[in-house]
T-cell receptor
Framework: KAGVTQTPRYLIKTRGQQVTLSCSPISGHRSVSWYQQTPGQGLQFLFEYFSETQRNKGNFPGRFSGRQFSNSRSEMNVSTLELGDSALYLC????????????FGQGTRLTVV | GQNIDQPTEMTATEGAIVQINCTYQTSGFNGLFWYQQHAGEAPTFLSYNVLDGLEEKGRFSSFLSRSKGYSYLLLKELQMKDSASYLCAVKMDSNYQLIWGAGTKLIIKP
């Protein structure tokens, strides 16, 4: 079955602009999580959506927002981009359950100039 | 707060054995994941430990001690393709959120 798909793969934006990233989870997976990954910082949790509701949220400013649609596809939006937002943004989907693994997409590499 | 510690970088020789440690202090615990991430690629699942003890999967084994807040990933018969970052993550029992370590970059030398 198809894996997690993220679009676009690469993006270059200017400071102050806003950006929307998309994630299509594996069919049947209702949980979608978003992470920011920068060198040396590991995966920083942004938020998790489950059945169109934000279930968990990390410690990121309000410029970072997301949503999930009825087909479980999710989008992440960053407004008023800053240079420090340059990172790899990863989306992971998982089925329902306590002991289930997360399946990651290839990520979107965002560069803010 | 939540804290997960892993060594930043390790170097090992092809054909040898390497152990990557992960210690955690978290307010909850459901289980511990290990993921492998090659440069420029997505993390991929290696193992999930819920109970204490060693779980073996081919060349890779993972160990967990819940009382000590400690886990390790053991890689045997190292191959060049094992050069990657290895991430450990704790799954919280309260909300199933994953808390990630910064990852260990493993460099394999011939």
């Amino acid at each position: 079955k198809a894996g997690v798909t993220q679009t676009p793969r690469y993006l270059i934006k200017t400071r102050g602009q806003q950006v929307t990233l998309s994630c299509s989870p594996i069919s049947g997976h209702r949980s979608v999580s978003w992470y920011q990954q920068t060198p040396g910082q590991g995966l920083q949790f942004l938020f998790e959506y489950f059945s169109e509701t934000q279930r968990n949220k990390g410690n990121f400013p309000g410029r970072f927002s997301g949503r999930q649609f009825s087909n479980s596809r999710s989008e992440m939006n960053v407004s008023t981009l800053e240079l420090g937002d340059s990172a790899l943004y990863l989306c992971a989907s998982s089925p329902v359950g306590a002991d289930t693994e997360a399946f990651f997409g290839q990520g979107t590499r965002l560069t803010v100039v | 707060g939540q804290n997960i510690d892993q060594p930043t970088e390790m170097t090992a020789t092809e054909g040898a054995i390497v152990q990557i440690n992960c210690t955690y202090q978290t307010s909850g615990f459901n289980g511990l994941f290990w993921y492998q991430q090659h440069a420029g690629e997505a993390p991929t699942f290696l193992s999930y430990n819920v109970l204490d003890g060693l779980e073996e999967k081919g060349r890779f084994s993972s160990f967990l001690s819940r009382s000590k807040g400690y886990s390790y990933l053991l890689l045997k018969e190292l191959q060049m393709k094992d050069s990657a970052s290895y991430l450990c993550a704790v799954k919280m029992d309260s909300n199933y959120q994953l808390i990630w370590g910064a990852g260990t970059k493993l460099i394999i030398k011939p």
